[in-house]
Nanobody, 125 residues
Framework: VRLVESGGGLVQSGISLRLSCVAD????????MGWFRQAPGKGRKFVAA????????YYADSVKGRFTISRDNDKNTVYLQMNSLKPEDTAVYYC???????????????????WGPGTHVTVSS
């Protein structure tokens, strides 16, 4: 499955953005999806995850209460709504997928098989 992210940009602190991840090549309905981010000079870190049906979600503590992950399997798309953005949210955001229909939460980069090229998010103070 091929993933492509969009929706990144340069915004001021406090503003909202919604990232999208569109899949091509296979239906997403049997894939567990996640969002990760990588700040300049740092490793790729878990942000949020959602089960294949969308019934369960999981968030990193740093974004809990501000970010919301969701999916529309009919559109083969996963979203990351980011509210109350902070300068420390500046990073390249990556969408990731793994073929899994269970509810165990995957938060490690090595648990995902497919990755998009990323979309840049810059938050100015």
């Amino acid at each position: 499955v091929r993933l492509v992210e969009s929706g990144g940009g340069l915004v001021q602190s406090g503003i909202s953005l919604r990232l999208s991840c569109v899949a091509d090549g296979d239906t997403l309905s049997e894939y567990y999806m996640g969002w990760f981010r990588q700040a300049p000079g740092k490793g790729r870190k878990f942000v949020a995850a959602i089960t294949s049906t969308g019934g369960n979600t999981y968030y990193a503590d740093s974004v809990k209460g501000r970010f919301t992950i969701s999916r529309d399997n009919d559109k083969n798309t996963v979203y990351l709504q980011m509210n109350s953005l902070k300068p420390e949210d500046t990073a390249v955001y990556y969408c990731a997928a793994t073929y899994y229909t269970g509810t165990y939460f995957h938060t490690d980069v090595n648990e995902y098989d497919y990755w998009g090229p990323g979309t840049h998010v810059t938050v100015s103070s």
